[in-house]
């Protein structure tokens, strides 16, 4: 039993050590990046809704659930992250704060429309305030604020 704990205990530590390192290479953690975290969950988990349920999903041939569209989800928002480590090493070596926050907003306003499109499928309406609030991040995106 003491074996499985130091297993455990090993394990554990292995993990938290990974997730902090990358963590720290997004350039730590804040809220807009768990603002996209959310939303990447959420438009992935309406896109398997829509495939499953509704057999609408523009992803496969049949739009039913399909392993290999999942997979290639999942691997497009992997490199959102990689992107954002990139944006904030530039952010590091330039010495500026606004780059890594700018990819993070045009992510968010990118799975928002995403989200909205899923929504749109399934038949449910969108408030028009959570539109016009992706809209804007949209436009901040686009014109960044230097810091």
């Not at 090993?10 to 768990?34: H, K, P, R």
């Not at 990819?103 to 909205?116: D, K, L, P, Q, Y």
């Amino acid at each position: 039993m003491e074996q499985l704990n130091h297993l455990k205990m090993l394990v554990i530590s292995i993990s938290g050590g990974l997730l902090g390192a990358l963590v720290a290479a997004l350039g730590g953690w804040s809220e807009d990046l768990t603002t996209l975290l959310w939303f990447m969950g959420t438009d992935f988990l309406l896109g398997l809704a829509i495939a499953a349920f509704w057999k609408k999903s523009n992803k496969s041939e049949t739009g039913a659930l399909s392993s290999w569209s999942a997979w290639k989800g999942l691997c497009k928002k992997g490199t959102y992250l990689l992107i954002i480590l990139i944006a904030n090493r530039l952010d590091v070596t330039i010495g500026v704060s606004y780059i890594r926050t700018a990819v993070i907003i045009a992510f968010i306003a990118n799975e928002g429309i995403s989200i909205i499109e899923n929504l749109g499928v399934m038949g449910i309406p969108f408030p028009q305030i959570m539109k016009d609030a992706i809209e804007l991040l949209t436009k901040k995106a686009e014109k960044p604020e230097a810091e």
